[in-house]
């Protein structure tokens, strides 16, 4: 089936320090999402991108939908402690019944003040 | 407010007892679906439901059922047939199942723990 490629994995950086993360698949998505999810706490959506190429900001974070809609990334600038999470991408695909959803396996940040 | 909610926040059960997870949504939203997560992984897809009175399995439904007898409630209760059940459990909802801009929103989570 369908799979997303997160990395990294786990970052551990300085506050103030800029982060990158990406999602990549072998496959074709419509659509990505970005959620940020904290300890003991559900996802909340942070981004969502609809049109390959498009480039979308919510405050310090920055998402871009890859030109060939097989990646995404996420930017976060001058990262603050409140940042530390997982953050989680997910892509929808067209599948038997229609559009499906499915979610990387996460990036977990850790800010040091 | 507008939301989803899910009770109980932490859960505790015996081997052998079926448990059932309550999940609530205020948004109007047609879908409804339910996710496992085990420490350090991603989201597991369990059951999702695109409308009233119709469920689909997901990718590790076995040892799980669902119910869907209102639009804004999707319970998931946990067998003792399920092998492995302790688990942070997370409910979502979107507007409709089906369309490429179909934004899930997630509900706080539930932690069972299998004593």
Known sequence: ?113 | DGGITQSPKYLFRKEGQNVTLSCEQNLNHDAMYWYRQDPGQGLRLIYYSQIVNDFQKGDIAEGYSVSREKKESFPLTVTSAQKNPTAFYLCASSITSGSSTDTQYFGPGTRLTVL
Request: neutral net charge.
């Open chain 1, 1 to 113: 089936g369908q799979q997303l490629n997160q990395s990294p994995q786990s970052m551990f950086i300085q506050e103030g320090e800029d982060v990158s993360m990406n999602c990549t698949s072998s496959s074709i998505f419509n659509t990505w999402l970005w959620y940020k999810q904290e300890p003991g706490e559900g996802p909340v959506l942070l981004i969502a991108l609809y049109k390959a190429g498009e480039l979308t900001s919510n405050g310090r974070l920055t998402a871009q939908f890859g030109i060939t809609r097989k990646d995404s990334f996420l930017n976060i600038s001058a990262s603050i402690p409140s940042d530390v999470g997982i953050y989680f991408c997910a892509g929808q695909h067209l599948d038997t019944g229609g559009f499906k959803t499915i979610f990387g396996a996460g990036t977990r940040l850790f800010v040091k003040a």
